[in-house]
């Protein structure tokens, strides 16, 4: 599986934004970018998955580089949940390839 | 709740004795995954199932087996258990197939197993 590389952790303060960003400079062309993340004590969680384009939804948006070599997961206003490990994982997509998770980045939201 | 049910939540149990861990998929999943989660290690994909038939292993021990049934449900087997197999062990289930691309993996909640 191609490598995803990513801050060992971030610090935002409440109700800002918040970019994490992601490198994956040995992507493929049949590599989708996906992002999980785990709050305390849970199992982690599906946030947003991309191709090629920008993708937006209920919990974050996902800017993908032109060259696809990195991506930057957004979350618009970050609030004390949103406190968690982000993971950046590429994902084949071919049938049946599987999830690889890396170490993550740990984001800490202050009040 | 995710959907996808995992039991116990938690186990304690002794070197050398063997345990079995339960999942069920949310409905409509087809595909079957097992992670193992320890401080050390992070999370490490086990094995794969889709509609009863395994398609990945990944860092699976020999002492570690699973399966999963006719009705979807899977069972994660661990047996002759050292001190080290303590962890966060999760289940998540997909749509599975080919079409994995447009879907995610939804995680249950786990079961923490202590070995002592």
């Known amino acids: 599986d191609a490598k995803t590389t990513q801050p060992n952790s971030m610090e935002s303060n409440e109700e800002e934004p918040v970019h994490l960003p992601c490198n994956h400079s040995?992507?493929?062309?049949?590599?989708?970018i996906h992002w999980y993340r785990q709050l305390p004590s849970q199992g982690p969680e599906y946030v947003i998955h991309?191709?090629?384009s920008n993708v937006n939804n209920r919990m974050a948006s996902l800017a993908i580089a032109e060259d696809r070599k990195s991506s930057t997961l957004i979350l618009h206003r970050a609030t004390l949940r949103d406190a968690a490990v982000y993971y950046c994982i590429l994902r084949e997509i071919r049938g049946y390839s599987t999830l690889t998770f890396g170490k993550g980045t740990m984001l800490l939201v202050s009040p | 709740d995710s959907g996808v049910t995992q039991t116990p939540k938690h186990l304690i149990t002794a070197t050398g004795q063997r345990v079995t861990l339960r999942c069920s998929p949310r409905s409509g999943d087809l595909s079957v995954y097992w992670y193992q989660q320890s401080l050390d290690q992070g999370l490490q994909f086990l094995i794969q199932y889709y509609n009863g038939e395994e398609r990945a292993k990944g860092n699976i021990l020999e002492r570690f087996s699973a399966q999963q049934f006719p009705d979807l449900h899977s069972e994660l087997n661990l047996s002759s258990l050292e001190l080290g197999d303590s962890a966060l062990y999760f289940c998540?289930?997909?749509?599975?197939?080919?079409?994995?691309?447009?879907?995610?993996?939804?995680f249950g909640s786990g079961t923490r197993l202590t070995v002592v």
């Open positions: 040995t992507i493929s062309g049949t590599d989708y």
């Open positions: 998540a289930s997909s749509v599975g197939g080919d079409r994995v691309f447009n879907y995610g993996y939804t």
């Open positions: 991309g191709l090629t």
